[in-house]
DNA sequence: CCGTATTCTTGGATGCCGTCTAACAATACA
DNA sequence: TGTATTGTTAGACGGCATCCAAGAATACGG
């Protein structure tokens, strides 16, 4: 978080710098339309850079959510095997707490604009997969069998993506998602953490 | 389903043929590191001649499933506000009805071989996706809200691809996933289909 | 003030995917 | 024999993502 003076060349630009730039690129020519090159001409650097900022194109997109996701995929895989639906719900809860608005938030809320309607399904399929995956895995922990514990997996992975999706097409102005997951989450937690027994 | 001869060139090469070289080489050398180019090379055909038969490299473990998922969202897109759970079961049933062991079973079982782990991840999440929207907007007609819904989706969802996989992963051979599928909607069949009303 | 290590930028080359087109080959049929 | 139809093919294209070597801009120690 320090901006201590270091040795070597300055950044000629910044992850927000460009994010800004493709952003406004994705509103007016739609997400498909706008290549790298775009971006990086906008934002006055070279094509090489833009990959020094991001690892790709979407992830511009979703570098801020795929953090916190990582985060929770840490906590998720260093449960126990006597973890119960709120060691898991804290976590989840994590993923969006104080998520400010942020070009994924943008993104889901212009999808349409932004051509993106398809593309955001499968990218955030992706993440909820990871999610429910680590959900599933520290169930299986918990004595659940497989094919239960990745259904347990998904409905918690999906309280937090659709939340957070709803909270985006709202307008992500009033606050943080936090209270739409928290409710989301209770929604689900009479499910059989504990109750769906092996084999 | 004819084979009437018609008139005009004769293929000169199938699906069939294309997707044995791809899943051959895919198990020799993984698939991430087999191209368009070596698979059609060992079909003997050209690059170009790929695409007349599949519309992109993943297609050919997809294909088989994509259809089915697409006769199911058909079939839940029209389905009308007073769906029941058992109308909903029966269509994603039928998804799975009689699934013979394929391209996609092939990968799903030999994963790691394959080098697929990530990449199963984000196809099966996307089809995932695919179908709980399906099933979460079906939910909505039937008057339950949006999160909720998008719960309920997913757990549907879930039922059908986490037990594709574990179908596959036990080897495919004994008969059709219909059972596991059967199994697992009986897991969520007591979700409030009609009790979590809207606001 | 000068060299040096460090950090970053840049252009170019590369391989791949997926799209497209125009030319060509092989068939059925009248 | 010719014509319509259907497939195949080579090639070009643009895009993404990776890699590398050269060079530019800084801090710092002497």
Redesign the pocket.
């Known amino acids: 978080m320090k901006n201590e ?9 910044s992850r927000e710098t460009l994010a800004e730039a493709a952003c406004e690129l994705f509103l007016e020519q739609g997400y498909d339309a ?4 775009d971006i990086t001409q906008r934002a006055g ?5 833009f ?2 900022y991001f ?4 992830d511009v997109l979703w570098s801020g959510l795929d953090a916190r996701i990582d985060d929770a995929l840490g906590a998720l895989a260093s449960l126990g095997p006597d973890a119960d639906a709120d060691a898991v719900h804290g976590i989840l809860l994590e993923v969006v707490r104080g998520f400010a608005p942020d070009p994924l938030a943008l993104a889901l809320r212009n999808a349409t604009a932004m051509g993106l309607e398809e593309e955001l399904i499968a990218d955030t399929g992706l993440r909820s997969a990871r999610l429910a995956d680590a959900v599933a895995q520290a169930a299986r922990r918990a004595g659940i069998a497989e094919i239960p514990a990745a259904i347990l997996g998904a409905a918690h992975a999906t309280a937090v993506l659709s939340s957070l999706r709803v909270w985006a097409e709202q307008g992500a102005g009033r606050g943080s998602p936090d209270a739409l997951v928290r409710d989301a989450l209770g929604l689900i937690h009479d499910l059989p953490w504990r109750g769906t027994r092996m084999r």
């Open positions: 003076p270091r040795p070597g060349r300055p950044r000629a630009s706008t290549s790298v090159a650097v070279s094509r090489s850079s990959f020094n690892s790709s194109k979407s």
